[in-house]
């Protein structure tokens, strides 16, 4: 058979291939501003996110474009030599294009057009000047294409881990702004840069939300309101910064409602995010006010509550000195007393009413005020007085209570 008919052993055929593919590589070298010039306006006809940055900063997208081909070429010639630069060079340009905002799929994009553009040259080289080894362009087509799709893979893995890395620190940011915000730690002049990274406007009208409890993690806000959250798991709560707009804090925590377990405080309306950490205090005190088995309290509506949960020292000395002879009584006489007191406060001073409530008589409600009166030396009947033991009786709620049997019916 002759000589010219005998096809070429794979091996023989592959190391051909090679040699081809690196004397047409050689001169690209030469060539790298061309292809540079080419596939940056090829970017800039195609690709808005690089349209925009060439429109920016020209030279250091030309740069990064040719650096890009430099090492792709390079790596062509000499594999072992220069991979491990090209792989380096493609993760770089993956993590900086992610950090500029880039979508991957335009990134992934210019690496295709790179490779196409590189493989033409390397066809436009072997036609020209080689025209008989054209047969091997098929062998040299995987070769150049593989190389591709794997730096394409170093891209995308590049971007991919940068772009948590950035998402992980603009969620630290945002967490670290929410709680230094709601300790009332940022500086007034930090206050634009936390709007902006907090996407909330730094004269708003806001409320603190602080819920503890079950479902706290789910804490439901009317539509179209925006908050940020923190939680602080020490505490076992989660705060919350709430833009109210024209939105008023009582229809706020009218709209949170009442779940079973699930206990919320909820601040005054406040202007400007300076006033946050003020009213993160006084969310927390409506917290404290809140009833062990949950609700919601909405701090405007319990102020007198709100007084003495803020200082508990006085608090409980106020307790013991209105309070003290009727709480040294025997736990079910101390209990009728208490709650006859308190159901008559909450009846606006309407004994029927408070009769009504406690499934007893009017008359039996008279009698055990007037033994309150006796006891604790206040008359119901005088105003000072009258607010002592609301205050008293306020402070006395919020103090962990012993558990006690059930109250007897009658006197």
């Known amino acids: 058979m002759p000589a010219h008919l005998v096809r070429p052993r794979p091996r023989a055929q592959a190391a051909d291939a090679v ?6 590589a050689r001169p690209l070298l030469d060539q790298l501003p061309a292809l540079t010039d080419r596939l940056t306006w090829q970017l800039y006809e195609q690709e808005p996110a690089y349209r925009a940055a060439i429109d920016a900063e020209p030279g250091v997208v030309r740069e990064e474009i040719q650096r890009s081909l430099r090492h792709s070429v390079a790596s062509l010639l000499d594999p072992a030599r220069h991979r491990d630069a090209a792989r380096a060079c493609s993760a770089r340009i993956g993590a900086d294009r992610a950090a500029h905002g880039f979508p ?4 992934s994009h210019a690496f295709r057009l790179g490779g196409a553009l590189v493989w033409q040259a390397l066809v436009d080289e072997v036609t020209l000047r080689h025209p008989e080894d054209a047969h091997l362009l098929v062998h040299l087509a995987v070769d150049v294409w593989n190389f591709v799709d ?15 890395e950035l998402t ?8 670290i702004l929410t709680a230094a ?10 206050l634009p840069d936390a709007a902006t990274a907090l996407d909330l406007p730094e004269r708003g009208r806001y409320a603190v ?3 503890a409890g079950t479902g706290r993690d789910r804490t ?3 539509a179209g309101l925006r908050a940020v959250w923190h939680t602080v798991p020490d505490a076992g709560t989660r705060r919350g910064v709430v833009l109210l707009g024209d939105l008023d804090a009582a229809r706020l925590a009218a709209a949170l409602g009442e779940r079973p377990g699930r206990r919320l405080g909820v601040s005054p309306a406040v202007e400007g995010l300076a006033a946050v950490g003020g009213a993160r205090r006084l969310a927390e005190t409506a917290l404290r006010i809140c009833p062990a088995g949950g609700g919601t309290v909405l701090l405007d509506e319990q102020l007198p509550a709100a007084l003495v949960a803020a200082a508990p020292a006085l608090g409980r000395l106020l307790t013991d000195r209105v309070l003290g002879p009727l709480l040294a009584l025997p736990p079910a006489d101390r209990t009728l007393l208490l709650d006859t007191l308190t159901a008559w406060l909450d009846c606006d001073g309407s004994a029927q009413r408070a009769a009504a409530r406690l499934y007893c008589h009017r008359n039996t409600v008279l009698n055990r005020l007037r033994r309150c009166e006796q006891l604790t030396g206040r008359s119901l009947a005088r105003p000072a007085d009258l607010v002592e033991l609301g205050l008293a009786l306020s402070a006395y709620r919020l ?6 049997g059930p109250a007897p019916s009658s006197p």
Do not use: F, K, M
């Open 104 to 107: 991957l799929d335009a990134v």
């Open 19 to 24: 040699a081809v593919l690196r004397r047409a």
């Open 168 to 175: 992980w620190r603009r969620e630290n940011r945002r967490r």
């Open 181 to 190: 915000l709601l300790d009332g730690a940022l500086r007034i002049a930090d």
């Open 399 to 404: 103090e962990p209570q012993p558990v006690t």
């Open 220 to 222: 439901e806000l009317p």
């Open 209 to 211: 939300v602080v819920a």
């Open 150 to 164: 794997e730096h394409c893979t170093h891209v995308a893995d590049s971007y991919r881990r940068a772009e948590r």
